[in-house]
């Protein structure tokens, strides 16, 4: 079954930014938010996010209206009944992605695939949640979703033989590069590059180093994009105290205990560029001169 009608639950940030990856491969995409606010506000993501390609002349307006004519918004789970996959992107709370993943198995057609974007969250203990596990994989994508080029497949012990290479090949023709991992808390990416990220936050309390000398120290000394803190903001400060409350349940190791400056700020409401501060304020990370 090729897959040519695909769901999304949750658009936020991620879940607006993977409705537009189907639809600029030529997908139709139903896009599922609880209420009409938080439907707005993936409309809002998509025509900004298009709206970008628009200005820099790498999408042409027809292109543009192309894909947003693709993807259908409704806060109906309904209507997801038919759809051949359905990829999760709700906050990451096991318990809001069990109920949701027991309701898509009740809506669903039996053979619809469903997928999960958690950061780090047990995909068996979701597939567990349904009356189809082998059909539900983890399909991760990372953030900006649109540009990112990786996606994590992670099985399951209970996962269909040759779902995770369906899902690669999907992943291959939505334009990215798939990589097949098991499910462990923080599957690759999360499993290596939070701890780095949660160090640079110990070594801001320790105060061995300022917040714009460690972001400049990574990016000249090591030649990332951005750095950690200045990343932080962009995968969101909950996002990340979580992934690290999921490694440090799973491992118990000490370093993988959240820095405390990240359960103050998420506290606070201080949660990065998703709620206008985080590590960073209004002003422009040190990215920003070089540009
Ligand atoms: N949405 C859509 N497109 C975006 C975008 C966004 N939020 N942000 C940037 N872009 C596009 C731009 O339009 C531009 O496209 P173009 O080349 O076609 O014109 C391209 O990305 C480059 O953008 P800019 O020139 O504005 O800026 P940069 O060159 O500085 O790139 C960046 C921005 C791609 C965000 C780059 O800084 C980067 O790669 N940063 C690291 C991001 C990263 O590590 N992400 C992974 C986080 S971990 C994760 O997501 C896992 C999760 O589970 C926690």
Same mark, same amino acid.
């Given at each position: ?11 936020? %940030? ?18 599922? $938010? ?5 439907? @707005? ?17 790498? !999408?042409?307006? $027809? ?33 809001y992605k069990i109920a949701l993943f027991a309701d898509l198995d009740r809506i669903c057609k039996p053979d619809t695939v469903l997928a999960t974007n958690t950061s780090s969250l047990s995909v068996?203990?979701?597939a567990a949640a349904t009356g189809r596990p082998g059909r539900v994989i983890g399909m991760h994508f990372f953030n900006p979703a649109p540009v990112m080029k990786l996606v994590e497949v992670v099985? %399951?012990?209970? %996962? ?16 990215? %590069? ?14 290596? !590059?939070? +701890? ?28 990332? +994009? ?11 400060? *909950? ?7 999921? !490694?440090? *349940? ?7 205990? +959240? @820095? ?21 304020? $209004? $002003? +422009?990370?040190?990215?920003?001169? *070089?540009?």
């Amino acid at each position: 079954m090729a897959f040519e009608k695909v769901g999304v639950v949750g658009l936020g %940030t991620m879940g607006a930014g993977i409705a537009e990856v189907f639809a600029r491969a030529g997908i139709r995409v139903i896009g599922v $938010e609880a209420d009409p606010e938080a439907l @707005a506000r993936g409309r809002g993501h998509l025509e900004r996010s298009t709206g970008r390609a628009l200005d820099k002349g790498r !999408l042409s307006a $027809e292109e543009r209206a192309a894909i947003l004519g693709r993807i259908t918004l409704t806060t109906a789970r309904e209507d997801l009944a038919d759809a051949d996959l359905v990829v999760e992107a709700i906050p990451e709370i096991l318990e809001y992605k069990i109920a949701l993943f027991a309701d898509l198995d009740r809506i669903c057609k039996p053979d619809t695939v469903l997928a999960t974007n958690t950061s780090s969250l047990s995909v068996t203990a979701v597939a567990a949640a349904t009356g189809r596990p082998g059909r539900v994989i983890g399909m991760h994508f990372f953030n900006p979703a649109p540009v990112m080029k990786l996606v994590e497949v992670v099985g %399951t012990v209970m %996962t269909d033989e040759g779902l995770p290479e369906r899902i690669a090949e999907l992943s291959r023709a939505l334009g990215k %590069t798939p990589v097949v991992v098991g499910d462990r808390a923080g599957f690759v990416v999360n499993r290596l !590059l939070l +701890p780095y990220l949660n160090q640079a936050a110990m070594l801001l309390e320790r105060g061995v180093a300022a917040r714009d000398d460690v972001d400049t120290a990574m990016r000249k000394g090591v030649g990332l +994009p951005m750095g950690p803190f200045a990343l932080l903001d962009l995968i969101g400060l *909950d996002t990340s105290y979580e992934v690290m409350g999921v !490694l440090f *349940d799973e491992t118990r190791s000490p370093r993988h205990a +959240p @820095a405390p400056v990240l359960r103050e700020l998420v506290t606070a409401g201080l949660l990065g560029r998703k709620s206008g501060r985080g590590f960073h304020g $209004e $002003e +422009p990370a040190p990215d920003e001169p *070089d540009k």
